[in-house]
């Protein structure tokens, strides 16, 4: 039977602010990537994340970003290799110690946002990152964008990777995700995100923004916590997995 991780970007609230429906995502998905601070969240909104999480049998992620509250880490920033570590580290201390303390373990990093993407290309931001994920636990698993430069890091380095995709993003024909800013970079009806999902998991391709396939591999499948249909989504790709047969497990399971 085929398997494959449902995984969604969630505890994104701040103080007064909501953001998301993490709630009733939650109990649906099986990893959840929680913001640690820099780019969304706030200690509360962390603990009471991991909390939620730990209640609905879930596996925790953390979704490190660039220090960058007022543009919710979708702005580019040039960073040292230094800093990027050192963001990195701060970030998933935080995080799992907070796992710790509720009996939890971090099961993997994800960075988010334009760190994301950019880690995708740039071999050493990603190399950064992963030696940041490396100094702390060995075991953590690097979730990243299918062949992207953050997988090949992590392999480089010696440690586990998960390879994912995304439900609601467009692809441009290297791999990399459309930017949001240009048509086809996301995908709103929920037909053809299943469509897409169902095809990446079975036959290893996915159509390009150009109408091109391409080839991807599928560890785990992403649908944005913020997202318009978000939970329109989560619901109903999780529904058409199990009809067709495929296995939802979060990664270290």
């Not at 990027?84 to 701060?90: D, E, I, S």
């Not at 931001?125 to 890091?153: P, R």
């Not at 800013?181 to 095809?199: C, L, P, Q, T």
Request: aromatic fraction near 6%; include cysteine.
């Amino acid at each position: 039977m085929a398997r494959v991780d449902l995984n969604s970007d969630l505890g994104e609230s701040y103080g007064r602010y909501t953001l998301g429906n993490d709630e009733r995502i939650i109990p649906l998905i099986s990893s959840a990537n929680v913001a640690c601070g820099y780019h969304a969240a706030d200690p509360v909104v962390m603990m009471e994340t991991i909390k939620r999480v730990k209640e609905a049998g879930g596996a925790i992620g953390a979704h490190p970003g660039f220090p960058d509250l007022m543009g919710f880490g979708r702005r580019e920033m040039s960073l040292s290799f230094e800093e990027a570590k050192a963001y990195t580290l701060y970030q998933i201390s935080a995080l799992a110690g907070m796992c710790k303390a509720h009996g939890m373990k971090l099961q993997h990093v994800k960075p988010h946002g334009a760190m994301y993407n950019m880690a995708g290309k740039d071999y050493q931001l990603a190399k950064a990152i992963c030696e940041a994920i490396k100094e702390f636990d060995k075991e953590i698993i690097v979730l990243g964008l299918s062949g992207s430069a953050m997988i090949t890091a992590a392999k480089d380095i010696g440690l586990k990777v998960a390879q994912e995709v995304f439900a609601d993003r467009g692809y441009e024909e290297d791999g990399s995700l459309v930017n949001r800013s240009k048509a086809g970079a996301f995908v709103h009806d929920e037909n053809e995100a299943i469509a897409r999902v169902v095809r990446m998991i079975k036959e290893g391709k996915v159509a390009a923004v150009t109408g091109k396939d391409i080839d991807i591999q599928v560890d785990s499948v992403c649908v944005h916590g913020d997202g318009e249909k978000a939970l329109l989504f989560v619901e109903n790709i999780r529904t058409a997995l199990i009809d067709e047969g495929i296995e939802i497990k979060a990664l270290g399971a």
